[in-house]
């Protein structure tokens, strides 16, 4: 598509083993799962109107659906390959009825893995190969052997790691380049300033955030009362800390403040949360999610929005860094630190 416009801007992620990919990119597992009622004919349309506006970098994982997300992605995606940058994951397995059987790096498993990706995507590769929990039982370096058997075989062009500490990345670096690392950041997440975003710097690996709108609080849309997406939607369970009784309270009053600075700035509060994600590196590419056209095309938005030096000054006093309430997991143990 020969767009001119903001829309066909572009971030390139690591330096070592460089992917080029769109500014702005689709996160695509609640078309599929955990963020209420899934609506495959909604992704669908999402992620065809999001490779017209130059968002072409999309994320899945194997065990969104489980399964059955890869395979909404793949259709999706049939005849315009070529157009699209493709990151999937692999570790957090699951049995086809939705049951957690646990993180798995085990290399032979690494192999089975991408080998039913794959099949699901209906693709020869896959652009962005991420392990989507560090398997603590497993020494990265033999998980990372096997994923750059992968990258041998022409299966995987470059490697990610999800929620992976400072020196797990590091020993994973040290077995093949890392392109990218995808954890959490948002306004209302930024523990990883501390140690992981200086180590993935100084080894010129590129940042994936995902939940950039913090699961949509940021957006405006959810308030005490309602805003998630029915008794399908986990982010009002215990799972979520944030979104619970006083903690919700707490961190709505935070969204408020977002609310007035957008207004001054004449932008959405999502908008304006995904421009401060945007503005803190050329490295950093968010994957806001959605099932809706219209949440997209809000969120493709913000790449025309242009922060000054004021305006992220006026966002970090009105989202002190330790100003939210609650974990950002009820169960942290799954999260390498």
């Not at 986990?234 to 006083?246: I, L, V």
Request: net charge negative; proline share 4%.
């Amino acid at each position: 598509m020969g767009m001119t416009n903001e829309t066909s801007q572009q971030r390139t992620l690591g330096t070592t083993s460089p992917l080029t990919v769109s500014a702005l990119g689709l996160g695509c597992m609640g078309m599929s799962e955990f963020y209420g009622t899934p609506d495959e004919q909604g992704g669908t349309d999402t992620i065809h109107r999001a490779l017209d506006l130059g968002v072409t970098f999309l994320d899945t994982a194997d065990m969104y659906g489980p399964f059955t997300n890869e395979q909404l992605v793949g259709k999706a995606v049939a005849g315009r390959r070529d157009e699209v940058q493709l990151a999937t994951k692999f570790g957090n397995e699951r049995l086809p009825d939705g049951t957690m059987v646990g993180i798995n790096g085990r290399p032979d498993y690494v192999r089975s893995a991408c080998d039913a990706s794959l099949k699901r995507l209906g693709v020869d590769h896959i652009d962005l190969y991420y392990q989507h929990r560090v398997d603590k039982a497993v020494p990265i370096e033999e998980t990372v052997g096997a994923m750059a058997e992968l990258v041998e075989a022409g299966k995987v062009r470059h490697l990610g790691l999800s929620e992976a500490s400072a020196a797990t990345i590091r020993r994973a670096h040290g077995v093949h380049p890392i392109t990218a690392l995808q954890t959490e950041y948002s306004l209302f997440t930024r523990d990883l300033e501390d140690q992981i975003l200086p180590t993935i710097r100084e080894l010129g690996i590129g940042l994936v955030p995902y939940s950039p709108l913090g699961r949509g609080l940021l957006t405006g849309a959810i308030s005490a009362d309602g805003g998630a997406d029915g008794a399908a939607d986990r982010r009002r369970s215990a799972y979520f800390p944030r979104f619970q009784g006083e903690a919700l309270d707490a961190n709505l009053a935070l969204v408020d403040r977002v609310r007035e600075v957008a207004a001054a700035k004449g932008c959405t509060p999502g908008q304006l949360a995904l421009a401060w994600v945007l503005a803190q590196g050329e490295d950093v590419v968010p994957i806001p999610g959605t099932k809706r056209v219209r949440y997209l095309e809000e969120n493709v938005g913000a790449l025309a929005v242009e922060l000054t030096a004021e305006d992220l000054q006026a966002l970090e006093q009105a989202v002190p860094r330790g100003a939210v309430a609650g974990d950002r997991y009820g169960d942290m143990s799954h999260i390498d630190a």
